[in-house]
Nanobody, 118 residues
Framework: QAQYVESGGGLGQPGGSLTLSCTAS????????MGWYRKAPGKQRELVAA???????DYLDSVKGRFTISRENAKNRMYLQMNDLKTEDTAIYYC????????????WGQGTEVTVSS
């Protein structure tokens, strides 16, 4: 069974940067389209960025130009570089296979918490 472990969250300042990492195991990571997702307080989980096995990426409109998703297939790792942080980026961030049901908690790990505050 696939497992994904997120790390790198913490406190960031508005305008600052954070880099999240995801380590995959038990899956054909290199062949999968993957995604970074987030769940903000009082909101539903949403897809923030997705990346295909070959590196083609797409982003939520609100993070375009600020966030960059990348992956290292040989290391079973994925990253999310977050620049120009905004308070509305505050959320728990998760990595998972693209298409994972958003609203069923059993498919999701612990995530890594990002708080953007001055």
């Amino acid at each position: 069974q696939a497992q994904y472990v997120e790390s790198g969250g913490g406190l960031g300042q508005p305008g600052g940067s954070l880099t999240l990492s995801c380590t995959a195991s038990g899956s054909n990571f290199a062949l999968e389209t993957m995604g970074w997702y987030r769940k903000a307080p009082g909101k539903q989980r949403e897809l923030v960025a997705a990346i295909a096995s070959g590196g083609l990426a797409d982003y939520l409109d609100s993070v375009k130009g600020r966030f960059t998703i990348s992956r290292e297939n040989a290391k079973n790792r994925m990253y999310l570089q977050m620049n120009d942080l905004k308070t509305e980026d505050t959320a728990i961030y998760y990595c998972n296979s693209y298409g994972t049901p958003l609203y069923e908690d059993r498919w999701w790990g612990q995530g890594t918490e990002v708080t953007v505050s001055s």
